[in-house]
């Protein structure tokens, strides 16, 4: 399964911590000129005002987040996402580059692997996320993005380590997802459409965190949607005076009224209504095209 690749070199957390245990260990090895080296690299580099300084303030937003209800860590966890997007990321990669280059050398390329970060799983789960939102993602890197998502709001709801919140359900979560996802791209086309991607995220997160809430209220939605265009569809001209086509319409309303009822009642598996409704979606789509 394709999935997002984490480089250390390029996570803004993750080199920022490298350069405060840098700081640290000059300091305690009383070497001045290393000590004044590093402190001019990070204010350079993180100082107020400068795009990697701006990124990094995400970090800490997660970071310091912790005993919050569920609702509230979405909603942070939103919120970083959107202030992610709308950062320069061409500025921010030219900084990333030009830091690398200045620590490989001041330092040598050994320094990425130099120092140990106790939050390194978190710091490269935030940056992971960050960089997710500011792109438009294959099934299973979306797949991926939401696994990552739920980890940090497990952390944000817990007072424990990032560690022990993860490792409940990792390994799990990780298995669900790579199913989920190995089904979908065996059975539907890489060309999925917006509203299937989007109820296909609802149902892949529901599958991790067996909250069925939205992804029931995006079904309604959808169902609702595609409702509309059956109705649409019965009184154009084209379908009007082609009786084969009618009669295909009007079968294929009478299976989506089946799937309806059966959804509503709860005798069809939310499985079941989500293939259906998203191939009830493929053909709203050709209808609507057509008009």
């Known amino acids: 399964m394709a999935t997002f690749k984490?480089?250390?070199?390029?996570?803004?957390?993750?080199?920022?911590?490298?350069?405060?245990?840098?700081?640290?260990t000059a300091m305690v090895e009383k070497d001045q000129g290393k000590y004044k080296r590093t402190l001019e690299i990070v204010r350079k580099y993180y100082g107020e005002g400068t795009p990697l300084a701006e990124e990094r303030e995400l970090f800490d937003v997660i970071k310091n987040a912790r005993g919050m209800s569920?609702?509230?860590?979405?909603?942070?966890?939103?919120?970083?996402?959107?202030?992610?997007?709308?950062?320069?990321?061409?500025?921010?990669?030219?900084?990333k580059s030009n830091l690398i280059k200045e620590i490989n050398y001041t330092y040598g390329?050994?320094?990425?692997?130099?120092?140990?970060v106790p939050d390194y799983r978190l710091i490269a789960s935030i940056q992971m996320v960050i960089d997710a939102a500011r792109t438009q993602n294959r099934l299973t890197e979306t797949v991926q993005r939401i696994q990552l998502e739920e980890g940090l709001v497990r952390y944000m709801t817990t007072r424990g380590s990032f560690h022990e919140s993860v490792a409940q359900r990792s390994g799990v979560d990780a298995l669900v997802?790579?199913?989920?996802?190995?089904?979908?791209?065996?059975?539907?086309?890489?060309?999925?459409?917006?509203?299937?991607?989007?109820?296909?995220?609802?149902?892949?997160?529901?599958q991790v965190t067996n909250d069925a809430k939205p992804l029931r209220e995006a079904l309604v939605k959808q169902i609702?949607?595609?409702?509309?265009?059956?109705?649409?569809?019965?009184?154009?001209?084209?379908?009007?005076a082609d009786e084969a086509m009618l009669n295909k319409l009007l079968e294929a309303a009478a299976g989506f009224g089946k799937d309806i009822v059966g959804f509503a009642a709860g005798t069809q598996n939310l499985d079941e209504t989500v293939e259906h409704v998203m191939m009830y979606q493929n053909l709203a789509e050709e209808v609507e095209s057509d008009e």
């Open 6 to 24: 984490h480089n250390k070199k390029r996570d803004c957390g993750l080199v920022y911590e490298f350069l405060v245990r840098q700081l640290s």
């Open 70 to 95: 569920e609702q509230s860590a979405r909603r942070v966890l939103g919120e970083v996402e959107r202030h992610a997007q709308k950062l320069d990321v061409k500025k921010i990669d030219i900084k």
């Open 109 to 116: 390329k050994d320094f990425f692997s130099a120092h140990r």
């Open 177 to 206: 997802m790579a199913m989920v996802a190995k089904r979908f791209d065996e059975k539907y086309s890489k060309s999925l459409s917006v509203p299937q991607k989007q109820l296909l995220e609802k149902y892949i997160r529901y």
């Open 224 to 240: 609702d949607s595609i409702s509309k265009m059956f109705n649409r569809a019965r009184g154009m001209k084209e379908v009007k």
